[in-house]
């Protein structure tokens, strides 16, 4: 899932924007982890339980994310990945 179309970038515009998405998926992904995870830590309560909502809704709307690839643009899938 890394690659697209054997490369980390490629020739065509409309890849090449669909990259963009998965580099910066990669950067808010790292944000909100660090950000949930430092908020875990410092906060209690109603705090701590939504920034360990935040994490699992990341790893979820990622895996959709690699799934949606996987699994060739499945329909139900990139429905899910895009709600």
Do not use: K
């Not at 409309?14 to 992904?29: D, E, G, I, K």
Request: glycine share 8%.
């Amino acid at each position: 899932p890394v690659l697209c179309i054997d490369t980390l970038w490629p020739q065509l515009g409309p890849a090449q924007l669909h990259m963009v998405h998965r580099y910066f998926a990669l950067v808010v992904t790292a944000l909100v982890l660090w950000s949930a995870m430092a908020l875990r830590r410092e906060a209690g309560g109603a705090v701590a339980r939504f920034a360990v909502g935040a994490i699992v809704l990341v790893v979820v709307q990622v895996g959709l994310g690699v799934m949606s690839v996987a699994t060739t643009l499945n329909l139900h899938t990139i429905t899910a990945h895009q709600g």
